[in-house]
T-cell receptor, first 107, second 114 residues
Framework: AQRVTQPEKLLSVFKGAPVELKCNYS??????LFWYVQYSRQRLQLLLR??SRESIKGFTADLNKGETSFHLKKPFAQEEDSAMYYC?????????FGKGTTLSVSS | GAGVSQTPSNKVTEKGKYVELRCDPI?????LYWYRQSLGQGPEFLIY????????DSGLPNDRFFAVRPEGSVSTLKIQRTERGDSAVYLC????????????FGQGTRLTVV
């Protein structure tokens, strides 16, 4: 079955602390994975995709096919990183989303 | 336009009524998607259009749900005989192509069935 699992509903960290948002997937083919972010009162938007191997706003994510994971990481969290984060898997033409993790960064 | 536009932003309807939700995609985007997001869940795929045709409607939950995109631009999601379980945020997204291209989301329509 095609599935995306984000085990943490809420992650609270202090400003400057490292952040890791976990994402595990189940997919029989070659996965295409994404992280989407939704800031308060804003629309859902793409943060990064694994094929680009890019760093956006200091966030990176590495696809680990052995562990079927695509965890999102940032070495030093900022208050403006507080948002809802969704991991998504491209399955055919559709995106399959996880349930999301709320990241709360406090000073 | 500036982005994907969805109207109305909020809709309250009575159980059993018919509703239409509208999506204006970004100009030039041939791919259009509808998703449904229930409370505490991630967006759930409903239907995908490439141009005017529904290329994948496997996510529609039942035959009360229908969507059209007659001219390959604006799309309308139609829900007949609404039920309380249909209450959710309905999201529309568009992209230049189906794969490996960024999907841009609208703000969503919050549907409440009372």
């Amino acid at each position: 079955a095609q599935r995306v699992t984000q085990p943490e509903k809420l992650l609270s960290v202090f400003k400057g602390a490292p952040v890791e948002l976990k994402c595990n997937y189940s997919y029989s083919g070659s996965p295409e994975l994404f992280w989407y972010v939704q800031y308060s009162r804003q629309r859902l938007q793409l943060l990064l995709r694994h094929i680009s191997r890019e760093s956006i706003k200091g966030f990176t994510a590495d696809l680990n096919k052995g562990e079927t994971s695509f965890h999102l990481k940032k070495p030093f969290a900022q208050e403006e990183d507080s948002a809802m984060y969704y991991c998504a898997l491209q399955a055919g033409t559709a995106l399959i989303f996880g349930k999301g993790t709320t990241l709360s960064v406090s000073s | 336009g500036a982005g994907v536009s969805q109207t109305p932003s909020n809709k309250v309807t009575e159980k059993g009524k018919y509703v239409e939700l509208r999506c204006d995609p970004i100009s030039g985007h041939t791919a259009l998607y509808w998703y449904r997001q229930s409370l505490g869940q991630g967006p759930e795929f409903l239907i995908y259009f490439q141009g005017t045709g529904a290329a994948d409607d496997s996510g529609l939950p039942n035959d009360r749900f229908f969507a059209v995109r007659p001219e390959g631009s604006v799309s309308t999601l139609k829900i007949q005989r609404t039920e309380r379980g249909d209450s959710a945020v309905y999201l529309c997204a568009s992209s230049l192509g189906a794969r490996n291209t960024e999907a841009f989301f609208g703000q969503g329509t919050r549907l409440t069935v009372v």
